[in-house]
C-alpha cells in the first residue's frame, strides 16, 4: 500500500487545517488507518486511528480538537485539525495496517505560529 499525504501548512494559534491520506494499491486490504505526529527531537506520537469498521480512537492530547474520519468510496482518510496550538507542530505522517504490514506516508509539515 502506497500513501499519499498532504494538506499541512502554516497556521496561526486557534487555526484550523485539514489533513488528507489516500492510499493506493491494495487499499481493499487495509484494515485500519492512523496519523501520528514527530516533532523535532522528539519520538513518533500516535495521534488517531479509524478502522475499516469506522470506529475510532483519538489521543487524549487532541481529543475534542482534532478528528479523523474516512471516505469509504475514495478510501481516504481525513484529520480535521481545530483549535491549533504551537505544540502541535510536527511532521504527521498517515500510517495503514493490513493483516501483514504496516505502511507510511512521506509525512507532511504542519506549523502552527503563535
Known amino acids: 500500500v502506497q500513501l499519499q499525504a498532504s494538506g499541512g501548512g502554516l497556521v496561526q494559534a486557534g487555526g484550523s487545517l485539514r489533513l488528507s491520506c489516500a492510499p493506493s494499491?491494495?487499499?481493499?486490504?487495509?484494515?485500519?488507518m492512523a496519523w501520528y505526529r514527530q516533532a523535532p527531537g522528539k519520538e513518533r506520537e500516535f495521534i488517531a486511528l479509524?478502522?475499516?469498521?469506522?470506529?475510532?480512537e483519538h489521543a487524549d492530547s487532541v481529543k475534542g480538537r482534532f478528528t479523523i474520519s474516512r471516505d469509504n468510496a475514495k478510501d481516504a482518510v481525513y484529520l480535521q485539525m481545530n483549535s491549533l496550538k504551537p505544540e502541535d507542530t510536527a511532521v504527521y505522517y498517515c500510517n495503514a495496517k493490513t493483516i501483514l504490514t504496516s505502511s507510511w506516508g512521506q509525512g507532511t509539515q504542519v506549523t502552527v505560529s503563535s
Open positions: 494499491g491494495s487499499a481493499f486490504s487495509i484494515n485500519s
Open positions: 479509524i478502522t475499516k469498521g469506522g470506529t475510532t
